[in-house]
T-cell receptor, first 116, second 109 residues
């Protein structure tokens, strides 16, 4: 079974703090994604990566950065957390290559971040 | 703009059938996904449709009409464990996923 593991299920941070959210997948998937999920809204893509050291902005990249130094690991960084970044963050991976985005996404269980 | 509409919440009875509708407006279209998400858990893949018609997978079926910009997820013989949110997502011409807000399905005994 594919497993996508997110490092923290729940975090509480203060405004201005730096936040690292880590995601690891164990099935050698090329593509990895970071989404945020807020009540009443669809999933919104923050960043994605289709290869090591490659990254592309999604719909809402402002205030976030990412790092993919190894194929299995994709980190989301909030350089200076703000209250409007309080949300559920979901990491996902997929096997399909960049030219075939129709593949199934495998999600982690999410990291619920509260910024005070 | 691009948009996905699905009902916010639905209630159904154990053993019954329920249909969750999804309409989409996207720039181009390359397929439609349904995912299931239990409270506090990760979304899991249910189906992918790119051609018109009905695809059946056990108790779950998914239908697509490209001309109408419409899909539905049909759940038969409902079980209590089917209580979850159901997420509809369309793939646009740039192969970006556009997500609906999800339909929370409540199953009553």
């Amino acid at each position: 079974d594919v497993k996508v593991t997110q490092s923290s299920r729940y975090l509480v941070k203060r405004t201005g703090e730096k936040v690292f959210l880590e995601c690891v997948q164990d099935m050698d998937h090329e593509n990895m994604f970071w989404y945020r999920q807020d009540p009443g809204l669809g999933l919104r893509l923050i960043y994605f990566s289709y290869d090591v050291k490659m990254k592309e902005k999604g719909d809402i990249p402002e205030g976030y950065s990412v790092s993919r130094e190894k194929k299995e690991r994709f980190s989301l960084i909030l350089e200076s957390a703000s209250t409007n970044q309080t949300s559920m963050y979901l990491c996902a991976s997929s096997l399909s290559g960049r030219g075939d985005p129709t593949g199934e996404l495998f999600f982690g269980e999410g990291s619920r971040l509260t910024v005070l | 703009g691009q948009n996905i509409d699905q009902p916010t919440e639905m209630t159904a009875t154990e053993g019954a059938i329920v249909q969750i509708n999804c309409t989409y407006q996207t720039s181009g279209f390359n397929g439609l996904f349904w995912y299931q998400q239990h409270a506090g858990e990760a979304p899991t893949f249910l189906s992918y449709n790119v051609l018109d018609g009905l695809e059946e997978k056990g108790r779950f079926s998914s239908f697509l009409s490209r001309s109408k910009g419409y899909s539905y997820l049909l759940l038969k013989e409902l079980q209590m464990k089917d209580s979850a949110s159901y997420l509809c997502a369309a793939l646009d011409s740039n192969y970006q996923l556009i997500w609906g807000a999800g339909t929370k399905l409540i199953i009553k005994p």
